[in-house]
């Protein structure tokens, strides 16, 4: 059984999908392709698709990572070409290796995100990044299915910058970019959250809707301070020949999602 790792986004209004509405997008673009794919045992069978640690709804991504399980072998990327041709605009299939390494979602501990404050000044996003990065704790509040909860923000954010909107992006109105690297830990600290730390340090509210993104998702490296790709391993391997014996054992184990 050959197992095949994708990279996709979610770009545009797209950005607006929720997860559910993406394995459903998904489950129907394997059809159109013709995937051969194979699926689970059981009174009701469903094709073998691993989804790695979805963006929330809302957010847009150049970066989301999913699995799939083949019952016969295809070039991964006529596979991603005929999938993507399959997709919806703006969710959009960009990458695609044959897994010869176990475990991607062990591989994605940290992500970068960019985050739009239309209506803010530079300034004042550089005031707030300041008091957030010299705050040792920055506790938030969200509402749960078990009630509201209050953990750290601080604890995850590896880096926080203030950025003026790029050249590319002509205004006739402030704006200011901010560069975010979170470390995935539990709770989750999502982009939302650091917002609202900042909120709270620095009382920093842009008057809109903020624009996130998810740029990039992967293995932190301490030493360059940078998120990895976490494909690259899988590509340095494929020249090694048939996968390795750790992936024919995660391929036994069982399906679901893989975060």
């Not at 923000?153 to 901010?178: F, K, M, Q, Y």
């Amino acid at each position: 059984m050959q197992r095949v790792r994708l990279r996709y986004t979610k770009r545009g209004r797209l950005r607006f999908t929720s997860h559910r509405d993406f394995q459903r997008a998904f489950e129907r673009a394997l059809r159109r392709a013709e995937v051969p794919m194979a699926y689970s045992a059981g009174f009701t069978p469903h094709p073998r698709v691993s989804y790695a640690n979805a963006a929330p709804t809302g957010t847009g991504s150049e970066a989301e990572y999913l699995e799939i399980a083949l019952a016969a072998p295809r070039d991964p990327q006529q596979l991603r070409e005929l999938l993507d041709e399959s997709m919806p605009d703006g969710l959009d299939i960009i990458d695609a290796v044959e897994a010869r390494t176990s475990g991607l979602a062990d591989r994605l501990t940290a992500s970068v995100w960019e985050l739009r404050l239309d209506g803010v000044e530079l300034a004042d996003a550089e005031r707030a990044v300041a008091a957030f990065l010299a705050a040792e704790t920055v506790e938030v509040q969200r509402r749960t299915k078990n009630g509201l909860r209050t953990f750290d923000t601080r604890g995850a954010v590896v880096s926080l910058e203030a950025l003026p909107a790029g050249a590319d992006r002509p205004l006739d109105h402030a704006c200011a970019i901010l560069r975010l690297v979170v470390r995935h830990l539990t709770p989750a600290v999502r982009p939302d959250d650091v917002l609202s730390g900042l909120r709270a340090v620095a009382d920093l509210a842009p008057p809109v809707p903020s624009a996130v993104t998810r740029l990039a998702q992967g293995l932190f490296d301490e030493e360059s301070g940078t998120v990895t790709d976490p494909l690259a391993p899988d590509r340095e391997a494929d020249t090694a020949g048939p996968p390795t014996a750790a992936v024919a054992a995660d391929a036994k184990a069982p399906e679901g999602p893989a975060a």
